[in-house]
């Protein structure tokens, strides 16, 4: 499977929700899914890594289609909002590497 950038997933994400009527859903509500999603992942990390086994009835789920859910719901946030995720990471990794430079302990032993 080829690999995919950031920009080419947010405009996949945003040619499948524009061709229908409803369009994105309002922030407040694409949260609210981000937190069931988020829960669900919780749950399934809880069954593989956890104390509390799966039933036997309960559904095939898996951490990679959870994490799915999750980075198509944070694609249709940011796209609802005209948010670039790259440059939103792009963003975020200056930060840590700057304030966050020598918080941690680097495996060869060397600063960045």
Aim: negative net charge; proline residues 4%; glycine residues 6%.
């Amino acid at each position: 499977m080829e690999e995919k950038s950031l920009a080419e997933i947010q405009r996949e994400v945003d040619r499948y929700i524009g061709q229908f009527k409803e369009g994105y859903f309002s922030p407040l509500s694409l949260v609210a899914r981000l937190a069931e999603e988020v829960g669900e992942l919780a749950r399934e990390v809880n069954h593989a890594y956890g104390e509390k086994p799966k039933k036997p009835d309960e559904a095939d789920n898996s951490i990679e289609m959870e994490l799915g859910d999750i980075l198509f719901i944070l694609n249709c946030f940011a796209n609802s909002l005209d948010i670039d995720l790259t440059k939103a990471h792009d963003a975020v990794m200056h930060k840590f590497n700057t304030r966050d430079a020598d918080r941690w302990t680097r495996k060869n032993g060397e600063p960045q």
